[in-house]
């Protein structure tokens, strides 16, 4: 089974600042598909940013980037300029490209994110 | 475009009881799919259908079930419900290809 490593439970960081959010993965498959979930005390899960694991440029949506290293099967998340509006669960998610993985979301246990002013 | 919605938000069952779960994806996808999230378990996907199909499922015991309509909403259903079976039950709705899946606001299930 895939395993997706998310290892800082918490996170503070000062508005305006750039935070980090660390994501490993393990995977056996030769194609996949990175994700970060933002979920909110609502509990929505709120869908933030993609990677391909043959994209050959770092995804980019806004605020949110994407610090996919392959060869260390690491995928942070970076977001730029906190804003106090990002506090939240931030969640990394694995999708498999093919067999019992295609279309299924293995997902950390989520990093706690708290911008403070 | 409107997004996925589940109804309903909010329930409140009893041990025994069974319980039914709705979930209408984005207009044109085709995939939804079911996840179970706990406080001690996390995030947990139960089972995905395609084009009124179940293409994957995940180790859930058989009092989970569920189904898709031709129109791709799909329902999930739990019998005998238990204590432990108290979580937040979100759907993912994706075109069905190996591309983004979008939640809804999920459905709170307390069992008591």
């Known amino acids: 089974a895939q395993k997706i490593t998310q290892t800082q439970p918490g996170m503070f960081v000062q508005e305006k600042e750039a935070v980090t959010l660390d994501c490993t993965y393990d995977?056996?498959?030769?194609?996949?598909?990175l994700f970060w979930y933002k979920q909110p005390s609502s509990g929505e899960m709120i869908f933030l940013i993609y990677q391909g694991s043959y994209d050959q440029q770092n995804a980019t949506e806004g605020r949110y980037s994407l610090n996919f290293q392959k060869a260390r099967k690491s995928a942070n998340l970076v977001i730029s300029a906190s804003q106090l509006g990002d506090s939240a669960m931030y969640f990394c998610a694995h999708q498999g490209g093919r067999g019992s993985t295609l279309g299924r979301l293995y997902f950390g246990r989520g990093t706690q994110l708290t911008v403070w002013p | 475009k409107a997004g996925v919605t589940q109804t309903p938000r909010y329930l409140i069952k009893t041990r025994g009881q069974q319980v039914t779960l709705s979930c209408s994806p984005i207009s044109g996808h085709r995939s939804v799919s079911w996840y179970q999230q706990t406080p001690g378990q996390g995030l947990q996907f139960l089972f995905e259908y395609f084009s009124e199909t179940q293409r994957n499922k995940g180790n859930f015991p058989g009092r989970f079930s569920g189904r898709q309509f031709s129109n791709s909403r799909s329902e999930m259903n739990v019998s005998t419900l238990e204590l432990g079976d108290s979580a937040l039950y979100l759907c993912?709705?994706?075109?069905?290809?190996?591309?983004?899946?979008?939640f809804g606001p999920g459905t709170r299930l307390t069992v008591l």
């Open positions: 995977t056996s498959d030769p194609s996949y598909g």
């Open positions: 993912a709705s994706s075109s069905g290809q190996d591309n983004e899946q979008f």
